[in-house]
T-cell receptor, first 115, second 112 residues
């Protein structure tokens, strides 16, 4: 499978615990995005990387969230001291930027439930 | 900040009927993309529109980008049960070359 893969598919945690998600993008893609999606809503931008550099982080993202993309390959998203409001589907997407034509390839997501 | 609004939120049709969803942006867009998300699935890219007034077709799907580049529509002719899912528009504003802002989507259900 050469698509975007995310791990784990589901995560149940207790409030206050830390969680980490992993995303493996399509290998030749240079951009990687994290989005969050709740029921009945569209994906909400969290952050993005161009190669290994994190170039933008949403103002909506609290300092409990951190993302890394070492070596410009896979990425991790960590949420510290989880809250019930963090429950959502966390989607990773990658793209290959070419001129003005950029389309995002999404992974299947990690469904987080904070109890 | 940029806002992208979609209507309707839900649409239920009989198989064979047509369907249209509309997308409006609070700012002028450099381009607009459409994605489809099947129930339980993830968003899948359908198409990108870049030019003012652009119209593109994919089989039974017709996509339009408004003259002012602030609105767009997706029209499906003669819906089929395989069209079921949520259709999202997502726009990039002129000042951003990376950030796609998604609408809330239109959930289409089709009665066979």
């Amino acid at each position: 499978d050469t698509g975007v893969s995310q791990d784990p598919r589901h995560k149940i945690t207790k409030r206050g615990q830390n969680v980490t998600f992993r995303c493996d993008p399509i290998s030749e893609h240079n951009r990687l995005y994290w989005y969050r999606q709740t029921l009945g809503q569209g994906p909400e931008f969290l952050t993005y990387f161009q190669n290994e550099a994190q170039l933008e982080k949403s103002r909506l993202l609290s300092n409990r969230f951190s993302a890394e993309r070492p070596k410009g390959s896979f990425s991790t998203l960590e949420i510290q001291r989880t809250e019930q409001g963090d429950s959502a589907m966390y989607l990773c997407a990658s793209s290959l930027v070419a001129a003005t034509n950029e389309k995002l390839f999404f992974g299947s997501g990690t469904q987080l439930s904070v109890l | 900040g940029q806002q992208v609004m979609q209507i309707p939120q839900y649409q239920h049709v009989q198989e064979g009927e047509d369907f249209t969803t509309y997308c409006n942006s609070s700012t002028t867009l450099s381009n607009i993309q459409w994605y489809k998300q099947r129930p339980g699935g993830h968003p899948v890219f359908l198409i990108q529109l870049v030019k003012s007034g652009e119209v593109k077709k994919q089989k039974r799907l017709t996509f339009q980008f408004g003259e002012a580049k602030k609105n767009s529509s997706l029209h499906i002719t003669a819906t089929q049960t395989t069209d079921v899912g949520t259709y999202f528009c997502a726009g990039k504003s002129g000042g951003s070359n990376y950030k796609l802002t998604f609408g809330k989507g239109t959930l289409l259900t089709v009665n066979p």
